[in-house]
């Protein structure tokens, strides 16, 4: 089955600066690449994906981009600010859906100081 | 959001109880998911369902099971609940909004096992 390690566990930043979270998955299967923010005590929110037919998507100061030859993925925070702060995890899987659903990392807490 | 309902939010309850928990979606998805998330493991799929009593396993089912009697339910059962089960379950289904299926998740059940 699909393997997915995320890195760093830990991330602080000053506010203003640029935050980046990698992610490495297993299956040259996968071809969907969503990533989720989770703020304390709530459910995982999806803030950007990117699926296999594309290298890179912006959304604002949120960016992803997508290497399937190394089989790695990055998400990209530019102009931190304190409301960044939270969990993120990145996951893979087959078109977002159907059987065996989503893939995930272990999480990077994100840490911006003010 | 995708019109997901968890019950309950919380709750506590003694070992080798039953326990059921309930996800309740109003937009007709067909497929649904149950996921656990707990701390160094990420979040991680216990059971799903892609139509009315249609079920399959995930990564983790040993302990749980399913049923779906009705498109908008999807019903999670500790048969006899351990210790080892204390997490947050989360509840999940794929929408696919033109580009393809997206995951999207509830908001949690936390539940205790004394």
């Known amino acids: 089955g699909e393997n997915v390690e995320q890195h760093p566990s830990t991330l602080s930043v000053q506010e203003g600066d640029s935050a980046v979270i990698k992610c490495t998955y297993s299956d040259s299967a996968s071809n969907y690449f969503p990533w989720y923010k989770q703020e304390l005590g709530k459910g995982p929110q999806l803030i950007i994906d990117i699926r296999s037919n594309v290298g890179e998507k912006k959304d604002q100061r949120i960016a992803v981009t997508l290497n399937k030859t190394a089989k790695h993925f990055s998400l990209h925070i530019t102009e931190t600010q304190p409301e960044d702060s939270a969990v993120y995890f990145c996951?893979?899987?087959?078109?977002?859906?159907?059987?065996?659903?989503?893939?995930f990392g272990k999480g990077t807490h994100l840490i911006i100081q003010p | 959001d995708a019109g997901i309902t968890q019950s309950p939010r919380h709750k506590v309850t003694e070992t080798g109880t039953p326990v059921t928990l309930r996800c309740h979606q109003t937009?007709?998805?067909?497929?649904m998911y149950w996921y656990r998330q707990d701390p160094g493991h990420g979040l991680r799929l216990i059971h799903y369902?892609?139509?009315?009593?249609?079920?399959d396993k995930g990564e983790v089912s040993d302990g749980y099971s399913v049923s779906r009697s009705k498109t908008e339910d999807f019903l999670l059962t500790l048969e006899s609940a351990t210790s080892s089960q204390t997490s947050v379950y989360f509840c999940?289904?794929?929408?696919?909004?033109?580009?393809?299926?997206?995951?999207?998740f509830g908001e949690g059940s936390w539940l205790t096992v004394v």
């Open positions: 937009e007709n998805h067909r497929y």
């Open positions: 999940a289904i794929s929408e696919n909004r033109g580009s393809g299926n997206t995951i999207y």
């Open positions: 369902s892609y139509g009315v009593k249609d079920t």
């Open positions: 996951a893979a899987g087959d078109s977002g859906g159907g059987a065996d659903g989503l893939t």
